[in-house]
């Protein structure tokens, strides 16, 4: 049974910085990227990061990028994503997702998602 397991998240002060992980259990077949979405409450679920599972090939929402740093621990089986500078509009609840294939910024392109951790930034 393949599960993705969210931590991390938490209510913070803007200006702060998190670290969120994601440790994945029970593939079965090989996954080629992995990547974070969020979803504020009221809108659409929106690609953030995504990474490369062997190649470490890293992709970020532009408006963001700034502000991100996604990276892999494949002996651990988990990969983080930092978010510095957190604003209060980064607040939503933030999602693992991975697939063998697909295009990284499409969501609907993702096999298997975990249950999600909430980020709130406070001003």
């Known amino acids: 049974q393949v599960q993705l397991v969210e931590s991390g998240g938490g209510e913070v002060q803007a200006g702060a910085s998190l670290t969120l992980s994601c440790t994945a259990s029970g593939f079965t077949t090989y996954q080629s990227f992995m990547g974070w979405f969020r979803q504020a409450a009221g809108k659409e679920r929106e690609f953030v990061a995504a990474i490369g599972v062997r190649t470490g090939i890293k992709e970020y929402l532009e408006a963001l990028s700034d502000r991100l740093t996604i990276s892999g621990d494949s002996a651990k089986s988990t990969i983080y994503l930092q978010m510095n500078s957190l604003k209060p509009e980064d607040t939503g609840v933030y999602y693992c997702?991975?697939?063998?294939?697909?295009?990284?910024?499409?969501?609907?392109?993702?096999?298997?998602w975990g249950q999600g951790t909430q980020v709130t930034v406070s001003s």
């Open positions: 997702a991975s697939s063998q294939v697909g295009t990284w910024r499409n969501a609907d392109d993702y096999e298997y």
